[in-house]
């Protein structure tokens, strides 16, 4: 069965600094993972995804995550945090598992906070 | 391109009362999913449609909770009756094709509170 782990519940940066959200999986097959954003009161946005390709992926807002197979991780980072950042992070896996293909297994979330 | 529709966007009910969400998936998206996101926790999946046809329904509690989608797009989501500890974020995403790589597309969600 595939799970995810979100290593921080709360994560605090100052404007200008890096951010780092930290997220292990566990998977019985070559997983699909993504991050999603959910802003307050806001829908659930997709940031980026791993779907075995490039290990180091791109995504918006200047968002990054690197998969990692022997660490079995795939963290979150930015270089330099902006206010506007300031939300709830969820790391997730995606089930391969025959007819659930698809289903999407949310860690419990990150919420990242950033101080002027 | 217009995204995932949903509504109402809140609902106040009482505990033993019926309601009903709704959702409108973007256009061509064969797969539509059913999320419920409890205060303070990650999305879990409720169902899982792929046309009009019942993928995944295993957490789904079938005692009170019902969804359909009749025509392979829209649908429909209802409990009945209400427990206090159905107060949560009921959201609703759509893929492409519902495989394992897919994006899903969410919407803004019903926030569902029972009193």
């Known amino acids: 069965a595939q799970s995810v782990t979100q290593l921080d519940s709360h994560v605090s940066v100052s404007e200008g600094t890096p951010v780092l959200l930290r997220c292990n999986y566990s998977?019985?097959?070559?997983?699909?993972l993504f991050w999603y954003v959910q802003h307050p009161n806001k829908g659930l946005q997709l940031l980026l995804k791993y779907t075995s390709a490039a290990t180091l992926v791109k995504g918006i807002n200047g968002f990054e995550a690197e998969f990692k197979k022997s660490e079995t991780s795939f963290h979150l980072t930015k270089p330099s945090a902006h206010m506007s950042d300031a939300a709830e992070y969820f790391c997730v896996v995606s089930d391969h598992s025959g007819g659930s293909q698809g289903n999407l297994i949310f860690g419990k979330g990150t919420k990242l906070s950033v101080k002027p | 391109e217009a995204g995932v529709a949903q509504s109402p966007r809140y609902k106040i009910i009482e505990k033993r009362q019926s309601v009903a969400f709704w959702c409108n998936p973007i256009s061509g998206h064969a797969t539509l999913y059913w999320y419920q996101q409890i205060l303070g926790q990650g999305p879990k999946l409720l169902i899982q449609?792929?046309?009009?046809?019942?993928?995944?329904d295993s957490q789904l509690p079938k005692d009170r909770f019902s969804a359909e989608r009749l025509k392979g797009v829209d649908s429909t989501l209802k409990i009945q009756p209400a427990k206090l500890e159905d107060s949560a974020v009921y959201l609703c995403?759509?893929?492409?094709?519902?495989?394992?790589?897919?994006?899903?597309?969410f919407g803004p969600g019903t926030r569902l509170t029972v009193l």
């Open positions: 449609f792929q046309n009009n046809g019942v993928v995944d």
């Open positions: 998977s019985s097959y070559s997983p699909s």
């Open positions: 995403a759509s893929s492409f094709a519902g495989t394992a790589s897919d994006t899903q597309y």
